[in-house]
């Protein structure tokens, strides 16, 4: 048998493709996408087409104002399925399938490029088992797969280009002589082009510029004194990429740390920046400040290996001059501290993906790889290190910094980690004692080909345990809210659905994409129905999944620290664990025993102590029903829902907030308009209404319950540039007629009684 016939890229690249594939297909059998933003993007690409343009102001998010698209992503991120769809179109492929399968063809494309990139700085074996590790790696795959659209996958696909050019640049060194140092256009280029696709765009160019300064460090240290230069022209490319970064964000829009985001403003007052003609603040502070650095330094190593030969007086000089380059930019840039936190604005949100990541986070994305991940530095032992290993540190060394910061990095930094562990598993092979025949025969295929189809097989159980939380529930509730309701009707929901209310009812959510504190805030009761009139609010959703949440939503009110949120609710949802002779719901150490009469007897147990609830509440069919029961001073309260057979234990202060109230027993000026008897619930807040109303040419603003006195009117470009003001008189009015003087393609009104806001709304004119 010849082993070794696998390892030829005519075999090796395939089966890796193949193995890719079917991960990253195995969620293309749902029905529904996965996670809450790619609904978010198929809905904005979805309206643009039908528009025939790019909108920039997107009326159906972030109710009641609009949502200003430049402000998010650049136009890459949703150009990109867009064209996907135009091209395979002819093949009968729906926008829908399109969408989904394009975060699987860039994840492919990645590892494809990465293998032949590993296979002309390495050798096959080393480029089969890194590509294996990353095709099957499930932190890779998650970001990947089908269904799942994510803006972090364009990165690495760019990284993975940049990787390829300076692989090539070494490779045909001894061919082309210092003509293959052009090679190195193709970082610049790739750097550049992946500011086009996602917000977050950034570590290409820390991976880049690291692996130029540890290019250099690893040159100098051996003594070869060849690739320092490339050190050099790769910090250049990753200038030149900064400058096309810069010049594309004018066009298709700015990264998150661009110009126009707030985030931005705070960064460049930490950093001393001012965004002149570089409108990006880590665009300008790598081209103002890490560039020059790095340069210096290489060109003081350029210098110094003319003079220092002693390989010991060589690795004083690093260590030197790298404590000096981490001193002055940490000395002269405090603000660099808070990066890790995204300078401080992540540092208290409850959201998963910005927490540190935990070794079961780290165990779910690399599986068996990340205990071979160490076995990399094995390279780098006497007589074996080669100067690639030391430019590849400029990928490993900032990606596990990334991924031990947050777990929303673990994707980033699979590629460092699938290097890693795809090396490591060879060296450690290598240095292993050698057998022949069998027995060597049995090492091989032990060690080679067990250990991956480990985590190959772990890959597939990952993927195979991802289900959507979209369901049947949410989309009938949605898709009849915007069957039912008002295209300028503003819709209140927990930010993790309001994705979906944007895609499926075409309504605008006030809470989408990141955690909204006033929203918690509303839940809990520590916010009215006044305040929801003033953001125009119209339909609130209350649904089961809120009750699952209700900790984080109370953790999300509590990051206002002037609303005097308790610590003491207390919420546990309790599934029915069995009906015969008693209703019982168990979770953890709770437990509810339910025997329904004429008066019903109902104990609650909490850690062995017993009790009785004081008012309980019992959902079937189509009514809520109020039994009757010796009723108990414990302050406990119960909602049993027969439909979905589930219960919900609650204390005082949690049964009195707007969630459990308007869930359970709604009143005034709430009215149920929609409810499946147990997991969506939609309410309108019945309120003075504007209803937009188009009439051939004529657009009408109606007034439901005419209480106002005054009607305010702002227009806007598609730009965002505000075009008109002006408040109207409009008491004892049921209809206004939009005036022609209104300019402006988006309109923003407001509604009033006086001073007091009764509604609020944004459309567009066309």
């Known amino acids: 048998m010849d082993f070794n016939k696998i390892f030829r890229p005519k075999i090796a690249l395939p089966m890796i493709t193949a193995v890719a594939l079917i991960l990253r297909l195995i969620p293309i059998r749902f029905r529904y996408l996965l996670g809450y933003d790619p609904y978010f993007h198929l809905a904005y690409i979805e309206e643009a087409l039908k528009a025939g343009k790019w909108l920039n102001f997107f009326t159906i998010a972030n109710g009641p104002w609009g949502f200003q698209m430049r402000t998010f992503h650049p136009l890459g991120l949703w150009a990109t399925p867009a064209y996907v769809y135009k091209l395979l179109k002819i093949f009968g492929l729906s926008l829908y399938n399109a969408f989904r399968i394009t975060p699987v063809i860039f994840g492919i494309l990645t590892i494809a490029v990465f293998y032949w990139a590993l ?68 970082p610049a280029l790739a750097s550049g082009l992946a500011a086009a696709f996602w917000q977050a765009y950034y570590p290409i160019f820390v991976f880049l510029l690291a692996s130029a300064v540890f290019l250099g460090v690893g040159d100098f240290l051996l003594g070869r004194d060849r690739y320092i230069l490339d050190g050099i022209l790769l910090t250049v490319s990753t200038a030149i990429g900064a400058l096309i970064a810069n010049y594309l964000g004018a066009r298709v829009g700015y990264g998150m740390l661009g110009y126009d985001r707030w985030l931005s403003k705070t960064v460049a007052e930490k950093l001393s920046l001012e965004l002149t003609t570089v409108r990006d603040a880590y665009l300008l502070f790598h081209l103002k400040y890490l560039v020059p650095l790095a340069l210096a330094g290489l060109l003081a190593l350029l210098a110094l290996s003319k003079f220092i030969r002693d390989k010991r007086l060589r690795t004083l000089t690093v260590l030197v001059f790298g404590a000096l380059a981490v001193y002055l930019l940490f000395a002269r840039f405090e603000g660099l501290k808070d990066l890790s936190t995204g300078f401080g604005i992540f540092n208290e949100w409850p959201i998963s993906e910005t927490r540190p990541s935990t070794f079961h986070d780290l165990w779910s994305a690399f599986a068996v790889g990340l205990f071979l991940a160490p076995l990399f530095f094995l390279r780098f032992r006497p007589g074996k290190v080669r100067v690639q290993d030391f430019m590849l540190l400029g990928l490993v060394l900032p990606s596990l910094y990334m991924i031990k910061t947050w777990t929303r990095f673990l994707f ?15 060296e450690l092979y290598e240095i292993l004692p050698r057998f022949e025949g069998r027995k060597g025969l049995a090492v091989a295929l032990g060690l080679l080909l067990f250990v991956p189809a480990v985590d190959t097989a772990i890959g597939f159980e990952k993927v195979a345990a991802v289900e959507p939380f979209m369901n049947e529930h949410w989309e009938r509730a949605l898709t009849w809210l915007g069957e039912n309701s008002n295209e300028n009707d503003i819709v209140l929901a927990w930010w993790d659905y309001g994705t979906w209310v944007t895609y499926y009812a075409r309504r605008a959510p006030v809470a989408e994409l990141a955690p909204n504190t006033g929203v918690a805030l509303y839940y809990l009761g520590k916010r009215d129905e006044n305040w929801a009139m003033g953001l125009g609010v119209d339909y609130v959703i209350v649904s089961y999944y809120d009750f699952l949440k209700f900790g984080t939503i109370v953790d999300t009110a509590m990051m206002c620290s002037r609303c005097n949120v308790s610590e003491n609710y207390g919420l546990v949802v309790l599934p029915m664990v069995s009906s015969a002779g008693a209703l019982v719901f168990r979770n953890s150490g709770y437990t509810v025993v339910a025997r329904p009469g004429e008066k019903w007897d109902v104990k609650i147990s909490v850690s062995g102590h017993v009790f009785g609830p004081r008012e309980v509440y019992v959902e079937y069919g189509d009514k809520i029903i109020k039994p009757n029961i010796t009723p108990s001073e414990s302050g406990a309260y119960l909602y049993i829902n027969l439909n979905y057979n589930y219960a919900i234990l609650m204390n005082g202060e949690a049964f009195n907030t707007n969630l459990a109230r308007l869930f359970i027993k709604p009143d005034g000026p709430y009215e149920l308009v929609y409810s499946d008897g147990g997991i969506i619930k939609i309410l309108r807040l019945k309120h003075p209404n504007v209803v937009v109303e188009r009439r051939g040419g004529e657009t009408l603003l109606q007034f439901e319950n005419a209480t106002g006195t005054r009607l305010g009117i702002w227009g806007f470009l598609d730009n965002g540039t505000k075009v008109f003001e002006k408040w109207y008189n409009v008491e004892g009015l049921k209809e206004f007629e939009l005036p022609a003087e209104v300019n402006g393609t988006v309109i923003r009104y407001a509604y009033a009684e006086g001073e007091k806001i009764l509604d609020r709304g944004v459309f567009r004119r066309d």
């Open 119 to 186: 296979l002309k700085l390495y050798d096959e074996k080393r480029a089969f088992f890194a590509s294996l590790f990353l095709a099957v790696s499930f932190g890779h795959v998650f970001r990947s797969m089908a269904g799942y659209y994510r803006g972090d996958n364009y990165m690495l696909f760019w990284y993975s280009i940049s990787l390829l050019g300076i692989a090539y640049a070494f490779s045909t060194r001894e061919r082309l002589g210092h003509k293959s140092l052009a090679f190195y256009a193709v």
């Open 412 to 426: 980033i930094g699979s590629m460092g980690v699938a290097l890693m562990a795809g090396i490591g598993l060879l």
